[in-house]
């Protein structure tokens, strides 16, 4: 597809359980970011990564929290041991290097139970 | 510490009105300013965007206004409808570093 595609779109899990979130950003986008949405609530910063250059974890909440990027594409964020709190919809998006526009996906609802 | 911020959290404009949100930056490496409009359970998408070697942008009914010396730009929504109920987001981007900043949305709501 031409766009950023997340998925799941929506995934319920069980308070303690591990998730993964999937993002597939546009092709030869360099940059991907992912953020977290809480309920009719801004865009909270998780993660940055840029070409091969070392992610800008500084927005992961705790160390439940993870992502990598493989082959400078996919990306996978990991919620280790979820909890309650961490229900909010999970955002990605991309940018390359000469196009201005950070393209998001639909995001990824999760609800923990 | 937060790069962008934006205000208000939320608005309520009539019909036919003008919608007003502000943000403000304090990194002069910033060298892009777009705002993106989110609709209820839709990724958020760009909206219009603007560089600062101009003051103000003009796309239909949507305005950028840019002031480089106070750090602050604007979004102007003209003759404001149902349709545009939203939340908004200005971001700043610092070019060096080709990283996105975000605003911390403002929900729009333009009564019929």
């Known amino acids: 597809g031409a766009g950023v595609s997340q998925s799941p779109s929506n995934k319920v899990t069980e308070k303690g359980k591990d998730v993964e979130l999937r993002c597939d950003p546009i092709?030869?986008?360099?940059?991907l970011y992912w953020y977290r949405q809480s309920l009719g609530q801004g865009l909270e910063f998780l993660i940055y990564?840029?070409?091969?250059?070392?992610?800008?974890k500084s927005g992961l909440p705790s160390d439940r929290f993870s992502a990598e990027r493989t082959g400078g594409s996919v990306s996978t964020l990991t919620i280790q041991r979820t909890q309650q709190e961490d229900s909010a919809v999970y955002l990605c998006a991309s940018s390359s290097d000469i196009n201005t526009e950070a393209f998001f996906g639909q995001g990824t609802r999760l609800t923990v139970v | 510490q937060q790069q962008v911020k934006q205000s208000p959290q939320s608005l309520i404009v009539q019909k036919g009105g003008i919608s007003i949100i502000n943000c403000a930056y304090e990194?002069?490496?910033?060298?892009?300013f777009p705002w993106y409009q989110q609709f209820p359970g839709k990724g958020p998408a760009l909206l219009i965007a603007i560089r600062p070697d101009v003051s103000e942008k003009k796309e239909g009914r949507f305005t950028i206004s840019f002031n480089k010396s106070a750090k602050q730009f604007s979004l102007h929504i003209m003759d404001s409808q149902p349709g545009d109920s939203a939340t908004y987001f200005c971001?700043?981007?610092?070019?060096?570093?080709?990283?996105?900043?975000f605003g911390s949305g403002t929900k729009l709501n333009v009564k019929p």
């Open positions: 971001a700043a981007r610092e070019d060096n570093f080709n990283k996105f900043y």
């Open positions: 092709s030869g986008h360099t940059a």
């Open positions: 990194n002069t490496a910033f060298d892009y």
């Open positions: 990564f840029q070409g091969n250059s070392a992610p800008d």
